[in-house]
């Protein structure tokens, strides 16, 4: 399983928070790439519902990443 910020993209509209089934069904439905489908059917699934992109793939980048100041512009 391997994610990058492509295919991460391609969940950023999911319906949070969402099963590991309800993920795998929106990006079908979408229409992502497969290896968006196979880098969630390879998640151990625990039944639990994932809150954002955050809980699969931790190095999603999130404003804090950022290191611009917002008040300069």
């Known amino acids: 399983?391997?994610?990058t910020l492509e295919l991460a993209s391609y969940l950023a509209d999911a319906p949070w928070p969402a099963t590991k089934?309800?993920?795998?069904d929106y990006a079908?439905?979408?229409g992502?790439?497969?290896e968006?489908?196979?880098n969630l059917?390879?998640?151990e699934d625990?039944?639990?519902?994932?809150?954002?992109?955050i809980e699969i793939w931790p190095d999603?980048?999130?404003e804090d990443d950022y290191l611009w100041n917002e008040d300069e512009y």
């Open 36 to 38: 968006v489908v196979e």
């Open 46 to 53: 625990e039944g639990e519902a994932y809150d954002s992109i």
């Open 28 to 30: 079908i439905r979408t």
């Open 1 to 3: 399983m391997y994610w």
């Open 41 to 43: 059917q390879d998640i």
């Open 32 to 34: 992502a790439p497969l």
């Open 60 to 62: 999603y980048p999130t």
């Open 21 to 24: 089934d309800e993920l795998i």
